[in-house]
């Protein structure tokens, strides 16, 4: 059995884009290795936000 995945308002999505704009920014300011796995995970869920958005404003 599969679950789908819940919807996100678009509200929903410009929060979780700052909170994670700002945790690159901190991981940056403590000069964080960036090639670790927490930074690159980060960075990744980053920009499928990015891409989310761009579809839905594509949409609309």
């Given at each position: 059995?599969?679950?789908?995945?819940?919807?996100?308002?678009?509200?929903?999505?410009?929060?979780?884009?700052?909170?994670?704009?700002?945790?690159?920014?901190?991981?940056?300011?403590?000069?964080?290795?960036?090639?670790?796995?927490?930074?690159?995970?980060?960075?990744?869920?980053?920009?499928?936000?990015l891409?989310?958005?761009?579809?839905?404003?594509?949409?609309?």
């Amino acid at each position: 059995m599969t679950d789908k995945p819940e919807k996100f308002t678009d509200e929903e999505l410009e929060k979780a884009i700052k909170l994670h704009d700002e945790l690159i920014r901190f991981y940056k300011k403590v000069q964080f290795n960036q090639n670790q796995l927490p930074f690159k995970a980060v960075q990744k869920f980053y920009n499928l936000l990015l891409k989310e958005r761009q579809l839905r404003r594509e949409k609309n």
